[in-house]
């Protein structure tokens, strides 16, 4: 089947939407490659770490791209629109259990907010790849380890 994309944007949500989809759950193999005797924050670090290498292929370029037709979508492409947010409430629920996972290893205490802490998380993520993909000179190394220091304060 030939699919016509109007868009790199339009592309690029379509294989993310598909990607996830496939990947629906992969959180218990990850915690079965954990070593849960690491800190919380190693580990959500690499989690997050390993969920965005389906991001980071993509250039500056057409992540620019993405961010700007996604705007425009509401009202010209609301199904389209409504994939690409659900790539976000996929990614914010896939985190929540995996943080539960976590707390029931007892990585995380019982009374762990998961539902706070990956929210909480997925606001870092927008912002970090805001400042990555729209400041020219914001390079991949200073997104990871942008990411990396507001997990260490988040899950330390």
């Keep these: 089947m ?5 868009s790199k944007a ?7 939407a598909t990607k996830f989809k496939l990947d629906q759950d992969p959180n218990e193999a990850i915690l079965q490659e954990i070593d849960v005797n690491k800190a919380a924050n190693e580990i959500v670090y690499k989690y ?49 259990t995996f943080l539960n996972q976590l707390k029931e290893k007892g990585v995380l205490p019982e009374e762990y907010d998961s539902n706070q802490a990956a929210e909480t998380v997925y606001s870092t993520l927008a912002f970090e790849f ?12 200073q997104l990871l380890q942008g990411i990396k220091n507001k997990v260490d304060f988040i899950f330390t």
Excluded at 10 to 16: N, T, V, Y
């Design 2 to 6: 030939l699919h016509h994309f109007e």
């Design 10 to 16: 339009d592309l690029f949500i379509e294989l993310m």
């Design 48 to 96: 997050i770490y390993d969920q965005l290498k389906n991001y980071r292929f993509f250039g500056k370029k057409v992540m620019r791209e993405v961010f700007s037709v996604s705007f425009h979508l509401i009202n010209s492409k609301p199904n389209m629109m409504k994939k690409f947010i659900d790539l976000d409430f996929l990614f914010v629920d896939d985190l929540i």
């Design 130 to 141: 805001l400042l990555y993909v729209y400041e020219e000179e914001h390079t991949e190394e």
